[in-house]
């Protein structure tokens, strides 16, 4: 039972350039979220999805888009990298609003 | 979006001394209430949580209180220890199409 994996562990990209990170659970969850993590600012919420082809934005959602076209996996993408954007990127999943939450490992992004 | 405060941000405890995070929430339909452990380079793992027909859970030597009148929701670590050093973030969620919100966290620092 692999939980949630996240796909690439490690980035760098230049400026402008683009990239999708990928993320899988195999526990059947109905809500999945993309976060980014920086010193200082806690667990920013990008995106979400409460079920398959569904989306929402969450408090930090420029410059990113995802997708949710299967239930195991939410995807999120960098369409322009920036600066700004170098971050550690982490995906969760949950059965639903009110449950236990279930990390990946984590994406370090370096953008330079 | 951040419905959920955390305080203090950073915490010094001697060994063998207890470690009190405290959290306010504002939003009365929030029902589930988790605390979250995260060492460096880690994802974040459940460490305890409690639901609102409760004033307390203890696991071992983590206990959360819970006030409902005041919303407010604290992580009590008893006889602390240099393993317990990590980030600690509480979060709240509640049932409906909405995420689970996480506070900022709080780097807690056991020393010897």
């Known amino acids: 039972n692999a939980g949630v994996t996240q796909t690439p562990k490690f980035r760098v990209l230049k400026t402008g350039q683009s990239m999708t990170l990928l993320c899988a659970q195999d526990?059947?969850?109905?809500?999945m979220y993309w976060y980014r993590q920086d010193p200082g600012m806690g667990l920013r919420l990008i995106h979400y999805s409460v079920g398959e082809g569904t989306t929402a934005k969450g408090e930090v959602p420029d410059g990113y888009n995802v997708s949710r076209l299967k239930k195991q996996n939410f995807l999120l993408g960098l369409e322009s990298a920036a600066p700004s954007q170098t971050s550690v990127y982490f995906c969760?999943?949950?059965?639903?609003?009110?449950?236990?939450?279930?990390f990946g490992q984590g994406t370090r992004l370096t953008v330079v | 979006q951040q419905q959920v405060k955390q305080s203090p941000q950073s915490l010094i405890v001697q060994k063998g001394g207890i470690s009190i995070i405290n959290c306010a929430y504002e939003n009365t339909a929030f029902d589930y209430f988790p605390w979250y452990q995260q060492f460096p380079g880690k994802g974040p793992a459940l460490l305890i949580a409690i639901r609102p027909d409760v004033s307390e859970k203890k696991e071992g030597r983590f206990t959360i209180s819970f006030n409902k009148s005041a919303k407010q929701f604290s992580l009590h670590i008893m006889d602390s220890q240099p393993g317990d050093s990590a980030t600690y973030f509480c979060a709240a969620g509640s049932s409906g199409n909405t995420p689970l919100v996480f506070g900022k966290g709080t780097r807690l620092s056991v020393i010897a």
């Open positions: 526990m059947n969850h109905e809500y």
């Open positions: 969760a999943s949950t059965p639903r609003g009110n449950t236990e939450a279930f």
